[in-house]
């Protein structure tokens, strides 16, 4: 079991970096900044890899509806933003500032995320469960 729980530690963390990258890479050509330069932070690896922690309350939701699983893991992972959030704030490494955005709370989540949030414990779920 901990051997399936590290490796996807690593598979969550790496498909955490590569959608951040590429969604930040999104933002530059919104901005028709055509180097597409996408980021991250190394602090963001275990962010991401906390993702393989979704296995638990996938085994009390394996029968449940596909909005009842997302619901439930979109909350997980707010949780997991802003617990990390202000914990990196505290120490002042955070690598991201919601402060100038409409939804925020305490500037390290964006309720206006919720549906990524939604679809990304929907794919966590297919990394962690196959």
Not at 47 to 66: E, H, Q, T
Not at 82 to 91: E, K, N
Request: glycine share 8%; charged share 20%.
């Amino acid at each position: 079991m901990m051997m399936k729980l590290a490796k996807n530690f690593l598979y969550c963390g790496i498909t955490g970096w590569f959608t951040e990258i590429l969604f930040t890479a999104f933002q530059s050509f919104r901005r028709r900044d055509w180097r597409l330069i996408g980021q991250t932070s190394v602090w963001m690896f275990p962010i991401y890899g906390m993702g393989c922690l979704l296995v638990f309350p996938y085994r009390l939701l394996k029968n449940r509806s596909v909005l009842i699983r997302g619901f439930s893991y979109m909350v997980a992972i707010f949780t997991g933003e802003y617990i990390s959030g202000r914990l990196l704030t505290y120490f002042q490494a955070c690598p991201w500032d919601y402060s100038k955005c409409r939804f925020n709370l305490h500037k390290v989540i964006r309720l206006d995320y919720a549906p990524g949030w939604f679809l990304l414990g929907l794919i966590l779920e297919k990394i962690n469960c196959r």
